[in-house]
Each structure stands twice: as structure tokens, then as C-alpha cells.
């Protein structure tokens, strides 16, 4: 019998709406910001405070941003479908201190996991190789670049107005949940054949 693949899957911005951090970051420096204006991941050209006072800010609220961000459109539904048949491994750059906040958060909203991986730093290959992932779920641009050519697998890409900069082959870009659902179920057929 076939082991089941592994996914290996982005929690903020892929499992969490990518607009999550807009309505904090506007409460807090009085901005209007949408996500159509967020043209780089990187957000302190966006923010009209210095990058260090955005920074400290950021990490002091970490914890409520994370309690608070809501699900991305379809990303249950999906995630369930495929927790019998896939294992699904949660790998972040958040920090190990907000595993407790990411796991009530998890629970809260009913989504089954088997890893979560808080591994602070944006640099997912060696979780990746680590974990034999088979296939990535994420949506900052260069992570996905890197890791589908250090790993040699796919990465469904998240479309945002951040990460638009051109992908490789093995990078799927797709809009939503509903169209990574119908990409994997077409890429395992392919493999069924």
C-alpha cells in the first residue's frame, strides 16, 4: 500500500485570510490599509512608524492577532476532507512560544492537524526535508520559490497582491482553497495513472 503524502502547509496568509493583520495594523497606526495595497510581504513601507517601533509592536501583539485571525474561505472545508487521506503538517515562522496560542486557535476553529512546526524564521527546507513533505501549501513568494527548488516538489502559491513576482513550473498558483482542492485531486489522479 501506498503511504499517504504529506503536505506540508503554511498556517498566516494560506490557512488564515490573508487580510488578518490589516484591520491591527490599521487600528493601531491609523491607516486605511486593504490588501490590494500590499504590493511586498514585507509590511513597514506600508506602516508610517520606523521598522524597529513596527517590529515591537508586531511581537507585542502577536498573540491576539493570532487568537483573532480568521480562517481563510474554504480552508476547513478542504483541510477535513483531507485529513483522512493526507498527513497534514503545519509549518510556520511563527516563534515555538505561540504553539499553546496556535494550537487553541486550531481547536477553536475544528481543524485537525498531525504536526504543527512553529519554526521562527521563514526558511521552511529543512522542516520540509525533515518532514519528507511531498507537497507545500503557502503564500510568501520567495519561500515557495525556494522550497519547490531545494525540495524538487510542487507548492501550491496563494495568489496575493504580494507575492505576483513570476513562479516556476513546479509553483501552482491558484486563488483559493476550491482551486488547490481541485489542483491536488488532479496532480493525484496524474499519479494514480
Aim: contains cysteine; charged residues 25%.
Amino acid at each position: 500500500m501506498n503511504k499517504q503524502k504529506r503536505f506540508g502547509i503554511d498556517i498566516d496568509g494560506t490557512v488564515t485570510c490573508q487580510e488578518s493583520l490589516l484591520p491591527f495594523i490599521n487600528e493601531a497606526f491609523q491607516l486605511q490599509l486593504t490588501l490590494d495595497d500590499i504590493t511586498e510581504y514585507e509590511l513597514t513601507p506600508f506602516v508610517n512608524v520606523p521598522a524597529l517601533e513596527f517590529y515591537q509592536w508586531f511581537k507585542e501583539q502577536e498573540p491576539r492577532i493570532y487568537t483573532e485571525s480568521p480562517m481563510a474561505a474554504y480552508a476547513g472545508q478542504v483541510l477535513n476532507e483531507w485529513k483522512e487521506n493526507y498527513e497534514l503538517f503545519f509549518i510556520s515562522a511563527r516563534s515555538e512560544a505561540l504553539l499553546p496560542v496556535t494550537k487553541q486557535w486550531f481547536d477553536k476553529h475544528d481543524l485537525l492537524y498531525h504536526h504543527i512546526e512553529l519554526i521562527g524564521s521563514h526558511d521552511k527546507i529543512a522542516s520540509a526535508k525533515k518532514h519528507g513533505i511531498d507537497l507545500f501549501f503557502e503564500d510568501k513568494h520567495d519561500n515557495a520559490v525556494a522550497i519547490a527548488e531545494e525540495c524538487r516538489i510542487p507548492v501550491v502559491l496563494f495568489d496575493a497582491p504580494y507575492n505576483r513576482m513570476p513562479t516556476p513550473e513546479n509553483v501552482i498558483r491558484v486563488n483559493d482553497w476550491i482551486e488547490a482542492k481541485a489542483w491536488v485531486d488532479r496532480w493525484r489522479q496524474e499519479r494514480a495513472e
